[in-house]
């Protein structure tokens, strides 16, 4: 209990601080824009393919910028977003978007699954169970919503990755970097559970490394050349690495982009 009213109190204070600016959970705008850029991707290979929108659920929604955004990309589609902070749920009420149904919901309850989805996301927010029987029963409750042939898009944490980024940062002087306290990264071993319930993973429309470049130069090689006296996170000498250079190399991006099928019987 101690740990999700730690939760709790953290997306309070993103609520206050943030509102529905896009930033509200991940203030690094390279790894907001792919992370859209990533779904956007993956909704235009599925109209394409099957000739119609999915109906679409986004699992731990936050303040809803994601689906506003999908909302603006394709005003037609089907889209729902489940939300269980209080504070963050206000927020997405507050943005009165048409067509959007939002459901004040747990992820980790069944009853809040009540429908069918061509399409479910969690974007960071399996991460945001502070236990691996929490984060199981999420999974096997976003499996029972899915339609046969549906697909499930992962942008959640991984540890490996953040293992080899430390590695990285200690051949170069740089202190280790810890999951944040409300984040319980997620084990590769994952994947096979996911199989076992009937979700197999299958390419996605962008390598799910595709963070890795960016990982590297902003916790590597920023830090290196930054001066000491300098506070700015995403300098324009960043920027123009991550312009310059191509995306996904190496694996040392703890965000993955992951795609999974579901069976069709």
């Known amino acids: 209990?101690?740990?999700?009213?730690?939760?709790?109190?953290?997306?309070?204070?993103?609520?206050?601080?943030?509102?529905?600016?896009?930033?509200?959970?991940?203030?690094?705008?390279?790894?907001?824009?792919?992370?859209i850029e990533f779904?956007?991707?993956?909704l235009y290979n599925f109209t394409h393919k099957y000739g119609r929108f999915p109906r679409l659920l986004d699992v731990g929604c936050g303040n809803g910028y994601l689906l506003s955004v999908l909302a603006e990309f394709f005003p037609e589609m089907e889209l729902t977003g489940l939300e269980y902070s209080p504070d963050l749920f206000k927020l997405c009420q507050q943005r009165k978007l048409p067509g959007i149904n939002f459901i004040h919901g747990d992820m980790r309850k069944a009853s809040d699954f009540s429908e069918k989805f061509d399409m479910?996301?969690?974007?960071?927010?399996?991460?945001?169970?502070?236990?691996?029987?929490q984060q199981n029963q999420a999974i096997k409750n976003i499996a029972h919503c899915l339609a046969p042939g549906g697909h499930y898009l992962m942008i959640e944490s991984f540890k490996m990755p953040l293992h080899n980024l430390n590695i990285a940062r200690a051949q170069n002087g740089l202190s280790e970097i810890f999951p944040s306290k409300h984040n319980k990264y997620l084990s590769e071993g994952i994947t096979g559970k996911l199989k076992g319930i009937g979700l197999n993973e299958v390419y996605g429309e962008l390598p799910k490394d595709s963070l890795s470049t960016h990982f590297f130069l902003s916790r590597v090689f920023h830090p290196i050349t930054r001066n000491s006296t300098t506070k700015n996170k995403y300098s324009m000498?960043?920027?123009?690495?991550?312009?310059?250079?191509?995306?996904?190399?190496?694996?040392?991006s703890p965000i993955l982009f992951r795609v999974f099928e579901k069976e069709l019987s």
Do not use: C
């Not at 779904?39 to 993956?42: G, K, S």
């Not at 479910?120 to 029987?133: A, D, Q």
């Not at 000498?237 to 040392?252: C, M, R």
């Open 39 to 42: 779904v956007l991707a993956q």
């Open 237 to 252: 000498l960043n920027h123009f690495f991550d312009e310059a250079l191509p995306l996904g190399v190496g694996q040392f």
């Open 120 to 133: 479910v996301i969690t974007e960071r927010s399996l991460i945001n169970l502070l236990s691996t029987k």
């Open 1 to 35: 209990m101690a740990n999700e009213q730690y939760v709790q109190k953290h997306y309070e204070k993103v609520a206050k601080n943030f509102g529905l600016l896009p930033t509200s959970s991940m203030q690094d705008p390279f790894i907001r824009e792919l992370e």
